[in-house]
């Protein structure tokens, strides 16, 4: 039987699969079963930024697995703590927390805020409109959109879902009860929605007013992929804990939770922990993406040609201004949000050779790996042109 009836007869229908057969992968491309070759510009979600095939990581992995592939945390690990030290190094945090994914990263964060303010007498939590946490309790309490929360709760109590930048709504809703404030500095699944400046240095001001902790949710924008190390260094305040994931294993699951200073002695033995997070072979995995990301100056690529991209894809706009609505984002988190469904427009670059997303119904996503060259970034370039102009 066909794969995709296989799946459709033993799987939670859960994902809408793309009619494609992935035989293997090879830098910016991926290779069909029928030996068809695919420009990649969504990159595994994310998690892809070295691309397809990378040697250092495949190297490191394999190191690793001759080694051990899993030790239970009872263990001192060397990648892990390795890991550690150069993530808390590079990003001048105080404290690291291995996790498998996203969501639980979340969790975690949702925890360490939870247990801070009731050391510190608050224990409000705010979020955002549009914003998307995960898929767990908590990540599902700190979201509003109907499509993903319908038929699942109760939720969590004590969660304020806030518009997102929107400064007088924040303003009001802000105050000495509050723990913390999470929110997405780019907004990936809700569509490549940014932050604006005025509303990122509201919510430092009333960080400082009300001495809430502020929590990044990096897992989409975060090791390199805005073009900063962090998406909230294109601001010029400090969360006290970020998240990140997607990206940090190579491909394998691996997530983490940064603390600051407020918040690194909130957790003690026992409270939290994890059965595989951290896992040597991902964290051996995850010392190779960062150096890789290093010695390939892949942050400063994914600025410049991330910035080539949005010129291009502003320059579409442009010429197609009854098609294409907008064009946002940063680095190599782009999207370009049309007047009509982007489903079409997926499945036409499709055919033409290139993979890219859609998302929230209308915004074509781009999340290159941020080793794409402009020459990746003008053959999608001008196979959109031609997709946009027939549709
Ligand atoms: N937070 C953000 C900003 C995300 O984009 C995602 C996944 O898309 C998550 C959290 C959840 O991550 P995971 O799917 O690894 O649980």
Redesign the pocket.
């Known amino acids: 039987m066909e794969l995709k009836n296989l799946e459709e007869k033993y799987f939670f229908h859960t994902y809408k699969r793309l009619p494609l057969e992935i035989e293997k992968g090879e830098g910016m491309y991926l290779v069909s079963k029928g030996g068809e070759r695919y420009l990649d510009m969504f990159g595994g ?2 998690v892809n930024a070295l691309g397809y095939g990378n040697k250092r990581v495949t190297d490191a992995i394999k190191k690793q697995t001759d080694k051990y592939i899993h030790l239970s945390n009872y263990f001192l690990q060397k990648p892990q703590i390795e890991l550690g030290e150069m993530l808390v190094q590079d990003t001048g945090y105080k404290r690291i927390f291995f996790t ?7 969790e975690g964060a949702i925890k360490i805020a939870r247990k801070w303010g009731e050391e510190n007498n608050k224990n409000k939590i705010i979020s955002f409109t549009n ?6 309790f908590g ?1 599902l309490s700190l979201m509003d959109k109907a499509s993903y929360k319908v038929g699942f709760g109760p939720f969590l109590d004590n969660f304020e879902i806030v518009e997102y930048n929107n400064i007088d709504a924040i303003r009001k809703t802000a105050g000495t009860n509050t723990a913390a404030v999470i929110l ?1 500095f780019i ?3 809700g569509g490549i929605q940014e932050a604006s400046a005025d509303f990122a240095y509201e919510i430092q001001t009333l960080q400082k007013k009300y001495g809430f902790l502020l929590i990044a ?5 975060g090791v390199g992929r805005t073009g900063r190390f962090f998406g909230f260094q294109h601001f010029s305040l400090t969360p006290d804990i970020v ?1 990140i ?2 990206p940090l294993g190579g491909g394998l ?1 691996l ?1 983490a939770i940064l603390g600051g200073e407020k918040v690194e002695n909130v957790l003690q033995p026992g409270m939290h922990g994890t059965t595989f997070g951290g896992n040597p072979v991902a964290c051996a995995a995850g010392i190779a993406v960062l150096q890789e990301i290093k010695d390939k100056n892949l942050i400063e690529n994914s600025e410049t040609v991330g910035k080539f991209f949005k010129t291009g894809l502003t320059e579409l706009q442009n010429k197609y201004p009854d098609k294409i609505k907008d064009v946002r984002g940063k680095g190599m988190m782009l999207g370009m949000e049309l007047t009509k469904s982007g489903d079409p427009a997926v499945a036409s670059m499709r055919e033409r050779g290139i993979l890219i997303n859609c998302t929230n119904q209308n915004v074509l996503r781009f999340l290159p790996p941020l080793i794409a060259g402009k020459e990746d970034i003008d053959k999608c370039l001008s196979e959109l042109d031609s997709v946009i102009d027939a549709i």
Do not use: C
């Open positions: 979600l994310a498998n994914s996203g969501t639980e990263s979340v914003s998307f946490h995960g898929r767990t990540a997405e907004q990936g699944e949710d990096e897992i989409q924008s998240v994931a997607k699951p997530g």
